[in-house]
């Protein structure tokens, strides 16, 4: 019995491969392609090269009759024309129930260094999205712990938004918040692209322990390839995926959206893929969508993946591809104010600009209700608020704007609370905020 555990787990430890690789040749050296000829009828576009006596790896981007062209990933020093390339074939994970806690890299490497045992079945990254005709709908509004998205913006079981900001407004310390405190079985956060100093900052201080407890951290860094930047994002996916198939419900945190697109221009470019909106190419488009899509709501027998993607905006142009893709694939859109964060409130939501698409089911009517009033007074006081600002503003000339002027200070508090007591203290405290009789101006609303 102790051989057969000790086999089992072997197994598990060592990943199986097959002892029969197909060898080519390097023909040609361009500046960011290397030609190899030999593997035409055996190499499919997506799968992985080892160039021999060299720690080097690459992926098969185009293939014609003769050749097949490998972008690598990383360095081409020491590659030289007539150098054995040995076909390794497509690339996957073995996910494991043991990796909760851990820090790995795209490749299932662990960055924490510590062993990583892996699971029994390997997973492609790329998999399909599941059925959409056998999917489920949306499920239960889950707990976020923030004020804000209990009641005005909330979050249902298999949605996927998108945090918009831009650089320095807060995006990685809510997402930290949410990983901390969102209601969820399983989270992998995917940190794509990150400053190498940051993942170590991001995991120990930001996500602390009580996060990274029952999450899976899957990171990239901003010196690496384009291709570990992209693998490392459909890794996260894929790991998602497997927590997801056993019927968990999965929050899936990836940072950012952005430099996923970016990596794949890259990619794209060295293939000979011709730009278009803005520099991006046709193709990341539908990369952008399959990869949303196989977040949300598994099949009957699976759980969910509830997916936050951040995506950075440059200058608040809110039309650039990325942003502009992403907002008609997600199920909302959650913007990030500089100007709010410059005034010192986080998470520096503008409600304005943002949409829940869970809305109206995720409510009861007198909670819609509720929700739809602050957003009037949030719009009104927007509205007139360089007049207040000002002093041009006189009292009593506008009965909805002096209402508005009077709640803002409540409201703008309630915007930034945290609580653990759920949806109905979250409602309760809104009404108290939207209440003339109960409001003081300036004191906080979360109670």
């Known amino acids: 019995m102790p051989r057969l555990r000790s086999l089992g787990l ?3 430890v060592v990943p199986r491969h097959s002892v029969v690789r197909r060898i080519g040749r390097i023909q040609r050296l361009s500046s960011n392609l290397v030609s190899v000829v030999g593997l035409s009828d055996t190499a499919s576009v997506g799968h992985r090269v080892r160039f021999a006596d060299q720690q080097v790896t690459g992926e098969v981007v185009t293939i014609s009759e003769d050749c097949v062209n490998v972008l690598v990933d990383g360095s081409m020093a020491g590659l030289k024309i007539g150098q054995p390339v040995q076909h390794v074939g497509e690339f996957g994970l073995c996910p494991d129930n043991s990796w909760l806690g851990r820090v790995i890299d795209g ?5 924490d260094g510590q062993p990583l045992i892996n699971g029994g079945t390997m997973v492609g990254l790329h998999s399909p999205p599941p059925p959409a005709a056998k999917r489920r709908g949306l499920g239960a509004r889950l707990d976020t712990g923030h004020m804000l998205f209990n009641t005005i913006l909330p979050v249902v079981r298999g949605q996927r938004f998108g945090l918009f900001s831009g650089s320095g ?10 990983a901390q405190d969102m209601e969820a079985d399983v989270i992998v956060i995917g940190l794509i692209g990150e400053r190498g100093r940051e993942v170590n900052q991001f995991v120990n201080n930001v996500l602390g322990k009580k996060g990274l407890r029952r999450s899976v951290v899957v990171a990239s860094t901003s010196d690496q390839s384009a291709l570990a930047r992209r693998r490392a994002a459909f890794s996260a996916m894929a790991v998602a995926e497997h927590f997801r198939n056993l019927g ?3 929050l899936l945190l990836v940072d950012s959206i952005t430099r996923l697109g970016e990596a794949h221009r890259e990619i794209a470019s060295a293939a000979g893929e011709p730009a278009s909106m803005r520099g991006f190419p046709p193709s990341m488009a539908s990369l952008l969508a399959g990869f949303s899509e196989r977040a949300g709501p598994g099949t009957e027998g699976q759980g969910d993946i509830t997916a936050v993607f951040t995506v950075l905006v440059s200058g608040s142009d809110m039309e650039e591809p990325v942003a502009d893709t992403l907002r008609g694939l997600l199920d909302g859109h959650f913007v990030l104010s500089r100007s709010i964060a410059e005034r010192g409130r986080f998470p520096a939501v503008d409600v304005l600009q943002s949409v829940s698409r869970s809305l109206p089911e995720a409510a009861s009517d007198e909670e819609n209700r509720l929700i739809a009033q602050a957003r009037r007074l949030f ?3 927007e509205d007139s608020e360089i007049m207040v600002r000002s002093g041009l503003y006189q009292p009593g ?15 703008d508090a309630f915007a930034a609370d945290r609580s653990d007591q759920g949806f109905q203290h979250a409602f309760a405290c809104l009404e108290k905020c939207l209440s003339v009789g109960d409001v003081d101006d300036g004191q906080n609303s979360g109670g």
């Open 10 to 12: 072997m197994t598990a």
């Open 107 to 111: 490749e299932g490497n662990p960055l």
């Open 169 to 178: 407004v807060g995006k990685s310390s809510l997402m930290a918040a949410l």
């Open 248 to 250: 968990q419900s999965v």
């Open 379 to 381: 719009s009104v006081y």
């Open 397 to 411: 000339s506008n009965p909805e704007l002096d209402l508005a002027v009077k709640l803002q200070p409540g409201l």
